[in-house]
Nanobody, 126 residues
Framework: QVKLVESGGGSVQAGGSLGLSCVASGSTYGTYCMGWFRQAQGQERERVASFDRDGTVDYTDRAKGRFTISRDNAKNALYLQMLSLKPEDTAVYYC????????????????????WGQGILVTVSS
């Protein structure tokens, strides 16, 4: 089992920036696939971006151009840099991970995340 701990949230005015960090403890096997999600009050949790150990990166349309996801495999860490923040970016942000699927000699991500952080609040005021 992987334990994920997020840090770096807080409050910022619209147009500002924030960076989130997520450090994973436990087996690195369980962090082959990693991603950021967010959940605004009264809404369903939505994916923001993902970064797999093989280097595959994906963003949702709402995150493209403003958010940058990165990871440091040596530190077993995932990051999210958020620029030009908008009030609608206000949410609890979650780090997620899973070991991926193995097929023969290949390993790939379905992003059925099995490990989750406790979440960290990001508030963007207008």
């Amino acid at each position: 089992q992987v334990k994920l701990v997020e840090s770096g949230g807080g409050s910022v005015q619209a147009g500002g920036s924030l960076g989130l960090s997520c450090v994973a403890s436990g087996s690195t096997y369980g962090t082959y696939c990693m991603g950021w999600f967010r959940q605004a009050q009264g809404q369903e949790r939505e994916r923001v971006a993902s970064f797999d150990r093989d280097g595959t990166v994906d963003y949702t349309d709402r995150a493209k151009g403003r958010f940058t996801i990165s990871r440091d495999n040596a530190k077993n860490a995932l990051y999210l840099q958020m620029l030009s923040l908008k009030p609608e970016d206000t949410a609890v942000y979650y780090c997620a991970a899973d070991p991926g699927m193995v097929a023969g000699s290949n390993r790939f991500c379905l992003h059925n995340f099995t490990s989750w952080g406790q979440g960290i609040l990001v508030t963007v005021s207008s």
